[in-house]
């Protein structure tokens, strides 16, 4: 009899250690017919089922506002689901319309999640037991995308009427608001659940689109809250965090360098630090989605960007972006400073920009930094112009900078590629440079290529552990690299494994 009290009390501890949280959102957040569109989903239905009990997860979907000829080749929406979990738990996946979903893939496929149709061919299963963001194709869908973001629990979750916390309403008006943030006594800003907006732009210096960010503040999202706006300040010790979403859907975009004030998180100061970025989603970025010139450190967030110019991260020496999932359309990823890494990303790549990005003309100067575990689940087809900015992994003109010791290893190109590599070192110097165990399962639409101009530097750039499909790349012929005539230094070691 012990022994099966003993038992059941176990059960019953184990259970409470299993849980589901899903984040409801109004029906429309907005719809515009020209600035975006972020309304719930009518094409895909997602229930996070765990011990026989069914959450229903919000499907958000986000309308393709891309207003360029280019636009054919990328999709029409984004549809997407954030949920939390602890324990194990099974994702069913159903077209509100009812029809058969058909073939199907589950992105990254390295990943290795389980997954399987039911026998009638009209739900889809995934099956967790760890947090992870996953793409999921299906067939005759190409337009309609979905993404899943199943996030571990939330720890340190502020608690709303607690004192030094600064709730945020959704009725306030833009001064207010900046007001509550620039009281010294609320050391968290807590942003209230449901929508918060402050009516239409009228000019650059208009408040309500720009938040500001203060030294020592905790700015938390939680799900559920949408901030149709932008944060921007020169602050250290500064967390923005939360399972909620910024958005800059239904404003103007704004190109050029005149939009870099607007980028949805801008954190200036080249000598600020201890800078959090977590949890969060990001949709219609007006120009960058987190960029920092001081030290940050992003995790577990999720970017979408439809325009040129919404590049997904950047940040100063000693930054960091881990655990993320970008589809935007430019840079994903800048590697400009030193001592910065990139780890567990899934990249989504439109037509515009590279999966990273070592220098643009003047801007970037990186050492000693590392990007590992990096998943590209997608590159929407386009043949670029050689030299371009869409490789891969990129160069476009140093302009003279110096960049060394820069690894890239465990890289998985799931699919057909524009390019897979494109340095352009026009001078300066390019040293030290590792790529190993890169994977890539497709093809290439245009050559790999190193040029380097005259006078400039490039040496000891390393291939090791590259796979084709599976097979080992032993000549570097088989790469089809392009190089100008004053040729780099370019080794190639043969694989260690197959």
């Keep these: 009899m012990r022994f099966f009290a003993i038992l059941l009390l176990l059960l019953v501890s184990l259970s409470s250690f299993s849980q589901v949280w899903v984040y409801d959102y109004p029906d429309t957040i907005a719809s515009t017919s020209r600035l975006g569109k972020l309304i719930r989903s009518d ?154 907006s402050y009516g239409e732009e009228t000019g650059k210096d208009y408040m309500g689109y720009q938040l500001p960010l203060l030294d020592n503040k905790t700015y938390y999202i939680p799900g559920g809250s949408v901030v149709i706006g932008s944060f921007k300040g020169e602050a250290s010790n500064v967390t923005i965090r939360g399972r909620g979403i910024i958005t800059g859907v239904g404003k103007e975009r704004i190109g050029g360098t005149e939009g870099i004030p607007y980028n949805l998180i801008m954190l200036e100061g080249n000598d600020s630090g201890n800078q959090k970025v977590e949890g969060l989603t990001f949709t219609n970025p007006p120009h ?78 990186a050492t000693n930094s590392e990007i590992s575990d990096i998943y590209i689940v997608n590159d929407d087809p386009k043949t670029p112009k050689i030299p371009c900015n869409t490789a891969v992994f990129n160069l476009k003109d140093n302009d003279g900078a110096h960049i060394s010791n820069i690894v890239f290893k465990n890289i998985y190109i799931e699919n057909d590629v524009q390019l897979v590599f494109g340095l352009d ?56 690299f392009k190089v100008n005539e004053d040729e780099a230094e370019i080794q190639l070691n043969k694989c260690s494994s197959n």
Excluded at 67 to 76: F, K, N, P, V, W
Excluded at 289 to 318: I, P, Y
Excluded at 440 to 448: E, K
């Design 288 to 365: 960058f989605v987190v960029l920092s010139r001081g030290e940050v450190h992003a995790r577990n967030l999720k970017m979408f960007g439809w325009w040129h110019q919404t590049d997904g991260w950047g940040g100063g020496h000693h930054s960091s972006v881990v655990d993320c999932f970008f589809k935007v359309n430019d840079d994903i990823v800048k590697i400009y400073r030193d001592h910065q890494v990139a780890k567990d990303l899934v990249i989504y790549k439109q037509i515009n920009g590279a999966a990273f990005q070592l220098g643009w003309n003047q801007y970037g100067q």
């Design 425 to 480: 070192v026009s001078g300066g110097s390019l040293k030290k440079l590792t790529f190993q165990n890169i994977h890539i399962d497709g093809d290439w639409r245009a050559s790999n290529y190193i040029f380097k101009s005259k006078g400039a530097l490039v040496k000891k750039i390393v291939f090791e552990d590259i796979f084709h499909k599976s097979r080992c790349i032993d000549e570097i012929e088989l790469l089809d």
């Design 43 to 196: 094409v895909y239905d997602v229930t996070v089922t765990q011990n026989g009990e069914g959450s229903k997860a919000f499907v958000m979907a986000d309308f393709n506002t891309f207003d360029h000829g280019q636009r054919r080749l990328m999709t029409e929406w984004n549809h997407f689901s954030t949920f939390s979990f602890s324990g194990k738990v099974e994702i069913k996946i159903r077209k509100k319309d009812g029809s058969s979903i058909g073939m199907y893939e589950v992105y990254p496929k390295r990943k290795q999640v389980e997954h399987h149709l039911t026998r009638d061919n009209k739900e889809m299963v995934i099956s967790l037991g760890k947090p992870g963001k996953f793409y999921v194709k299906m067939e005759g869908m190409d337009d309609h995308p979905l993404f899943l973001f199943a996030d571990g629990p939330e720890t340190k979750i502020p608690k709303i009427n607690a004192p030094g916390v600064g709730v945020v309403k959704t009725s306030m008006s833009a001064s207010q608001v900046i007001g509550l943030i620039k009281d010294p006594k609320n050391q968290v800003i807590y942003f209230e659940k449901g929508i918060h």
